[in-house]
């Protein structure tokens, strides 16, 4: 069973940095694209950026610029550098395997973590 664990969450200014890390476990996770989405306070999921197994990515436009994800095949983990951090970016993040659109695959979730952009 394919499990996720997101973690680097935490309180930041505008324009500050964070970076987010999220370790799956189950599945062979070289071969999966890979998916970052959120969840701001009060609305839907929705899609930030994918990575496909053998690095090529693809962003949301929102975070277009701003954003990079990358990723470490050996140790399962998939990361999302943030740099510019804007008070809109403040929601839940959470990692997923993606299809080739971004929608997320898996119907099970981590339990995200919490990034907050305030001064």
């Known amino acids: 069973q394919v499990q996720f664990v997101e973690s680097g969450g935490g309180l930041v200014q505008p324009g500050g940095s964070l970076r987010l890390s999220c370790v799956m476990s189950?599945?062979?996770?070289?071969?999966?694209?890979m998916g970052w989405y959120r969840q701001p306070p009060g609305k839907q999921r929705e899609f930030v950026g994918s990575?496909?197994?053998?690095?090529?990515?693809n962003y949301g436009d929102s975070v277009k610029g701003r954003f990079s994800i990358s990723r470490d095949n050996a140790k399962k983990t998939v990361y999302l550098q943030m740099n510019s951090l804007k008070p809109e970016d403040t929601a839940v993040y959470y990692c997923?395997?993606?299809?080739?659109?971004?929608?997320?695959?898996?119907?099970?979730w981590g339990q995200g973590t919490q990034v907050t952009v305030s001064s």
């Open positions: 997923n395997t993606a299809d080739t659109v971004g929608t997320p695959v898996r119907s099970s």
């Open positions: 990575i496909t197994g053998s690095g090529a990515t």
């Open positions: 189950g599945g062979i996770f070289s071969i999966y694209r």
